[in-house]
Nanobody, 127 residues
Framework: QVQLVEAGGGSVQAGDSLRLSCTAS????????MGWFRQAPGKGREFVAA????????HYSDSVKGRFTISRNGAENTVFLQMNSLKPEDTAVYYC????WGGGSWPLTRENQYDYWGQGTQVTVSS
């Protein structure tokens, strides 16, 4: 079992920045590929960004490329999502996911490739 704890959501104005964090625990010594997804009201969960367990490969959705940056502190299995130039359409609940059982080929952009999820953190961007 892996537990994920997210933090850093909030309400901001368009153009502002936010930094989300997610820490995985429950598997001492494990290093995991991790990703961020988001779900806006009335919509399905969509991929945002992912980072390979080695930390040297990142992948972004087209909607956030150039504005969001994913990074990790590998020693602590903590992943960060730096979100700059936020737009109202970024408003959603952001979920952190972790791949424990392989997942498949990189990049891992499908929800069913992730094995555990955090509780989600709300990000609201006002115009």
């Amino acid at each position: 079992q892996v537990q994920l704890v997210e933090a850093g959501g909030g309400s901001v104005q368009a153009g502002d920045s936010l930094r989300l964090s997610c820490t995985a625990s429950g598997r001492p010594g494990g290093r995991f590929t991790m990703g961020w997804f988001r779900q806006a009201p009335g919509k399905g969960r969509e991929f945002v960004a992912a980072i390979f367990w080695t930390g040297d490969q990142m992948h972004y959705s087209d909607s956030v490329k150039g504005r969001f940056t994913i990074s990790r502190n590998g020693a602590e299995n903590t992943v960060f999502l730096q979100m700059n130039s936020l737009k109202p359409e970024d408003t959603a609940v952001y979920y952190c996911g972790v791949v424990v059982w392989g997942g498949g080929s990189w990049p891992l952009t499908r929800e069913n490739q992730y094995d555990y999820w955090g509780q989600g953190t709300q990000v609201t961007v006002s115009s």
